[in-house]
């Protein structure tokens, strides 16, 4: 029996249901609420000891870290058919899903940087957001937490977030200029590992990022929107309102990130 442990808008845990759909499995569903701090519960930290999600629990089995669980279903559960053969792809795909960590770290400052300070400082009172602080395991994320609340776009976090994006779509465009998919023509775990990021970003309202130079992510992205894997496991979670306010909050912050995008260039 497959439980997973998830977040309804947690992009990590969008890539869990994507792959849980393409792959067609069932699973039992156990829903935390971030905001509320689920994640530090007793029983949940003993799953999974720096309280994120998603957590994945197969047949006793637990499994952390959102591609390892993307490459465990496909390969116990899914008989590898989201894995490519060959010494390369296998090398390339493996590459892929170890370059989500920092993908996600980036998406992570974008959010922070923007919509999600925008939301916690007008909806938190400074105690409020101490003790969420607090209560954060590792003293780094705690750092960039707060830093990223308190100084927005100018914190040190967002120039090394952008620099992360901007290597991670001119390899996605090199890949995806002349092919359907990023390993090829055959749809793989790399596109189901990269679409909830790319996705949150343009919830932000930062497509500006790539829609110029990079073009091939919005045809790509705009490909795994329109699959029943997107629909099962990202829109079908969706908050319409949490949308608009991430929309509204991140659009406010696209001049100064279009500026700072260009300074990199
Ligand atoms: N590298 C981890 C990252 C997990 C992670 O940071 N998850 C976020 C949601 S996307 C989380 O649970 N955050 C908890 C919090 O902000 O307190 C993975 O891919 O599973």
Redesign the pocket.
């Known amino acids: 029996m497959l439980t997973l442990y998830h ?1 309804p808008t ?4 969008q890539k869990v249901r994507v792959a849980l759909a393409e792959l067609g499995l069932s699973y039992e569903s156990r829903l935390l609420d ?1 905001q509320k701090g689920d ?1 530090y519960a007793p029983d949940y930290l003993r799953l999974n000891p720096a ?4 957590t994945l629990v197969d047949d006793g089995l637990v499994v ?4 390892l669980i993307l490459d465990h279903l496909d390969r116990e559960r899914g008989g590898g058919r989201l894995s490519p053969m060959g010494r390369e792809p296998e090398v390339t795909a493996a590459h892929w899903l170890l370059r989500t ?1 920092d993908i ?1 770290a980036a998406v992570n400052t974008l959010s922070f940087s923007t919509a999600m300070r925008a939301n916690i400082l007008a909806s938190r009172t400074a105690d409020e957001i101490a003790q969420m602080m607090a209560r ?1 395991p590792d003293p780094v994320a705690r750092m960039k937490r707060r830093t990223l609340l308190e100084e927005g776009l100018a914190a040190v976090f967002v120039e090394q977030a952008l620099r992360q994006l901007r290597r991670t779509f001119a390899d996605m465009q090199l890949a995806l200029g002349q092919r359907r998919w990023m390993m090829g023509e055959t749809f793989s775990k790399v596109d189901v590992a990269l679409v909830a990021y790319v996705d949150r970003i343009e919830r932000l309202g930062f497509a500006g990022l790539w829609l110029e130079e990079f073009p091939a992510i919005a045809r790509w992205l705009a490909a795994m929107q329109a699959r029943p894997s997107y629909a099962a496991g990202i829109a079908a979670f969706a908050d319409p309102v949490g949308r608009e306010k991430m929309r509204q909050g991140g659009s406010a912050h696209w001049p100064e990130l279009a500026r700072q995008w260009e300074g990199l260039r």
């Open positions: 977040g947690s992009v990590c845990s971030l994640q309280a994120v999600v998603p952390v870290e959102s591609s960590l996600h954060m």
